[in-house]
């Protein structure tokens, strides 16, 4: 047996278990973040959505066929003509002739 008094442990605070804390509280951290940034862009995407079905609705609206009425007009009211009607004539064509003299147009 020994006369020395027994020694004494302290508590040690290693480096690595403080950085493990600090890690787990930023990976804690970035992991609310993400989620934030996920649930404003699925906002964002169904908004989009609901405002691309919405534009839909309104083009389909726009396109359908509606009937237009007929529409009345005043009568047109045909005046006769003092000027004499038109006397039809032949026109005369520019007939050439072969070498012997010859008509080619059929003669009357």
Do not use: M
């Not at 004494?8 to 609310?32: F, G, K, M, N, V």
């Not at 509606?66 to 006397?87: C, E, F, G």
Request: net charge positive.
């Amino acid at each position: 047996a020994s006369t020395l008094p027994l020694t004494e442990i302290e508590e040690i605070l290693l480096r690595t278990e403080l950085r493990s804390e600090e890690r787990h509280a930023y990976d804690e951290d970035r992991a609310e973040r993400e989620r934030i940034r996920e649930e404003v862009l699925a906002r964002k995407r169904q908004e989009e959505e609901r405002r691309e079905e919405e534009e839909i609705k309104r083009l389909r609206k726009l396109l359908v066929h509606k009937a237009q009425p007929v529409r009345h007009y005043k009568p047109t009211v045909i005046n006769p003509s003092d000027r004499p009607l038109t006397v039809p004539k032949t026109p005369k064509w520019n007939v050439r002739t072969r070498k012997l003299g010859l008509s080619i147009a059929p003669t009357h």
